[in-house]
């Protein structure tokens, strides 16, 4: 059962989804809610906070499942279908904490905004350098990893767009497809 606060953080979820951060206010999220504006903020401190709390949970959710699989002693190419994989199950599961990451993250303040920055950083760092050794043993075609991560990286980050416009496919067909799909334009 949900909070009080969880279901302030769903609803203004789906509303930042839907219109962006932007336009979003306390007080459209408090009608959302059948409340008054002022009574939200017995819950929440407002909508930096509902922010905060969306894009952190998921943006540690990305970097414990990387550091997972960059802990792990398989070969580059499992691990790229492993971080593919993954990406699928926190969109699936997430996409409205995913839509604010892609779309609302720079609106993040001081600290949680440079935590999220880093936090990126370093997944995206981890990511080439799992592309590299791939390409090092000649497991993935010489081709410039940057190209591959942002081929792979722009696919994964608009997925929540994709599988709600098709009608949200399931997990485990969007993962053998596209853990294919993806794989075979690199090997």
Do not use: C
């Not at 903020?41 to 905060?52: D, R, T, V």
């Not at 997430?94 to 935590?115: F, T, V």
């Not at 350098?129 to 791939?134: F, L, N, T, V, W």
């Not at 497991?139 to 991560?149: C, D, G, N, S």
């Amino acid at each position: 059962m949900k909070t009080r606060k969880q279901e302030i953080i769903h609803k203004a979820a789906s509303l930042f989804k839907e219109k962006g951060y932007s336009a979003v206010s306390m007080r459209d999220i408090a009608q959302e809610m059948d409340m008054k504006a002022a009574s939200l903020y017995n819950h929440i401190s407002g909508k930096q906070e509902i922010l905060s709390t969306l894009i952190l949970e998921v943006a540690e959710k990305f970097t414990t499942e990387m550091n997972l699989i960059t802990s792990e002693m398989v070969p580059p190419l499992q691990k790229i279908e492993k971080v593919i994989e993954i990406h699928i199950d926190i969109t699936v599961n997430y996409s409205e904490n995913i839509a604010s990451l892609n779309n609302d993250w720079m609106h993040l303040e001081g600290d949680e905004l440079k935590r999220v920055v880093k936090m990126r950083e370093d997944y995206e760092e981890n990511f080439r350098s799992i592309i590299k050794a791939g390409i090092k043993e000649r497991t993935i075609k010489p081709q410039h990893p940057e190209v591959i991560l942002f081929s792979i990286l722009s696919t994964l980050r608009t997925l929540y767009l994709w599988n709600e416009k098709r009608g949200k496919m399931d997990v485990n067909i969007l993962k053998k497809d596209m853990v294919a799909v993806l794989i075979k334009g690199i090997v």
